[in-house]
């Protein structure tokens, strides 16, 4: 079983709709991202949360929010989806032990808003 | 700002050698990652340098010098399964991650 899982796999919805992304991990780790990925970029930080309580703006977070309902549960809402939020969308987690804890990402969510 | 480059394709031949550069203009520095992505899948770690010089990892090495901002990653004895996109990554005086849009490695028989 994967430790960090995404829902859904692939997701395609309309200009307009609210959609969830879903991210629950296994590993007991503190510190949760939600990344997009796009074709010719690197991964651009969205949201992160440190703990159940904290939630952090990333780079590009207009058109987004999130909610940490747990320590194992992060998720990512589009409140009126666009088409230019068509991405790959990844949450990873990371141990808060050091800086240089490496990220331990989902499979990825593929959202087309058409 | 700033920047992280990287070349966005190279090829080599199976049992070769190759070196993925990365060059990086920060805020600061706090180490430096390279991950692996196969298409379609998620990224995974592979190495960290925060000191300059070589890491050694089985068949991949990782090499930084802090004072000319620059890394490679190093694959020796090439495998097909090593054909995958190589993200490098930079913690910076924050640290917070700025990410390089990867080097998709093509790998031939």
């Known amino acids: 079983d994967a430790d960090v899982t995404q829902t859904p796999r692939n997701r395609i919805t309309k200009t307009g709709k609210r959609i969830m992304l879903e991210c629950s991990q296994t590993?007991?780790?503190?510190?949760m991202y939600w990344y997009r990925q796009d074709p010719g970029l690197g991964l651009q930080l969205i949201y992160y949360?440190?703990?159940?309580?904290?939630?952090n703006k990333g780079e590009i977070s207009d058109g987004y929010s999130v909610s940490r309902q747990a320590q194992a549960k992060f998720s990512l809402s589009l409140e009126s989806a666009i088409p230019n939020q068509t991405a790959l969308y990844f949450c990873?987690?990371?141990?808060?032990?050091?800086?240089?804890?490496?990220?331990?990402f989902g499979n990825g969510t593929r959202l087309t808003v058409t | 700002g700033q920047n992280i480059d990287q070349p966005t394709e190279m090829t080599a031949t199976e049992g070769a050698i190759v070196q993925i550069n990365c060059t990086y203009q920060?805020?600061?520095?706090?180490?430096l990652f390279w991950y692996q992505q196969h298409a379609g899948e998620a990224p995974t770690f592979l190495s960290y340098?925060?000191l300059d010089g070589l890491e050694e990892k089985g068949r991949f090495s990782s090499f930084l010098s802090r004072s000319k901002g620059y890394s490679y990653l190093l694959l020796k004895e090439l495998q097909m399964k090593d054909s995958a996109s190589y993200l490098c990554?930079?913690?910076?005086?924050?640290?917070?991650?700025?990410w390089g849009a990867g080097t998709k490695l093509i790998i031939k028989p």
């Open positions: 920060t805020s600061g520095f706090n180490g």
């Open positions: 590993k007991g780790h503190d510190r």
């Open positions: 990873a987690t990371s141990d808060l032990q050091g800086d240089n804890s490496p990220l331990h």
């Open positions: 990554a930079v913690m910076d005086s924050n640290y917070q991650l700025i």
């Open positions: 949360s440190f703990d159940v309580k904290d939630i």
């Open positions: 340098n925060v």
